[in-house]
């Protein structure tokens, strides 16, 4: 059993706690709810044995059919609910359960800040054996419509052209008709576009014979603009109907600025192909963060709540000493924006990133918002950082903000040998920030702050960001 599912208990408890081989596949249990998994399913104990009951939350009292036993822990699925937590609440989407987007949309949102605090403070602490004072977590005044991008895919589901979401562990879309996080505008142009796929006949994608035409369609909005950009993935390049789709989508989402095609001819769960073309309209959005506004092309990395970006921005540049003279690594750095919402503090800034069209953004958002001394690398941060080191250049700063799987090994190593006076890692995975910044510490580097923020409410995603300086 990964120990990093567990969101309570010291390492010494969990390593009490015992095989226990009574318990019966099948049969159900009365189960007292105690904890909360960094995935959000509760935890609770049948005998000696750790068993977690996806839907449940602290507080909960419930019976529980067991559907696997592990070597030391079990799964269970709720029967009946006996008593139910205090902390539970009716969440306004009624897809809740069968969708399994909004994991903690049942817990009340300052619970759900609670355990995400929990959540980081033990990744630390177990994970990185570090012990850091954790920030009382940054949560929305508003915890709902923040989204302001969705990935759906599209399927033939019981003869009808369904666009959802992905139940979990499974290829079966639940048909999307509103969606509490998602900003209203993607709810509209996936309702609108449902109709007109249906009207044209346009096929979606049928995954078993690889036939048909549309796999997904993601749909991004820019929330300064209230414009919305679509991007097609198809199999085919040819999409039938294409006119007639394009001038009825304008037609009818207004806010419509962008149709882009990404094409995916491949046998792949893979959602994008390598060719990506405008079929109307701009190959872009622009959006604002700040005072400044950013260009964001259809494969760009872009942070989806706008609103909590611009807060987790904020404490990056608060964080920071700059004084108009030091050198910033923005690594990971997508369409640049960290790099840039800092630059006016800065001497230089560099940049990296390892999506092509996100360093074209990038180098435009720096020309577009006047910032000069930026500069911006494609490439692998942990091939290009080295290279840079070997031209003789030396970061006074050094900002990470990688993927879930957090940074290589080598890219810390060439971290410590340039030694930046700080270095601000961004993470939205506490479990691999943990790993990292333990590997930091061993090489010469103190933990000066670590503040999470609720960038995903109603998910139990959450986001944090570790100021560290060299000891
Ligand atoms: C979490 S996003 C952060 C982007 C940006 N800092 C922001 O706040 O919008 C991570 C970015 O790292 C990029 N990436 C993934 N692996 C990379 C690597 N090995 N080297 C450089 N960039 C990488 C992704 O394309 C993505 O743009």
Redesign the pocket.
Known sequence: MSLARFGYGSCNQLMEIQQESKIIIGESYQIDIIGLTHDGEGVGRIGKMVVFVPQAIPGDLVIAKVISVKKTYARALINQMIKSSSDRIEPSCSLVKQCGGCQLAHLQYDKQLYWKQQHVSEALKRIGKIKANVLPIIGMENPTAYRNKAQIPVAFQNQELVMGFYQKRSHNIVDLEYCQIQHPLISKAVQVMKRILVELGIAPYDEQNHTGVLRHVVIRVSFSEKALMILMVTRTRKIPQLNELISRLRHEIPELESIMQNVNPAVTNVIYGSETRLLWGKPYLIDEIGKLKFVISAR????VNPIQ?KILYDVVKKAVFLTGKETVW??????G??GLYLAENAGQLIG????PE?VEDARLNAKCNGIEHAVFYL????VIAPKLVRQGLRPDVIIV???RKGC?LSLLQTISQVKPAQIVY?S?NPATLARDLEILNTMGYAIDMVQPVDVFPQTYHVETICLMSKK
């Open positions: 760009s990395f872009f942070q970006t923005d690594l990971y750095c997508g369409i924006t960290i990296v990133e390892i999506i996100a490439g692998k941060a942990e903000d990688p993927p290589e961004v939205c």
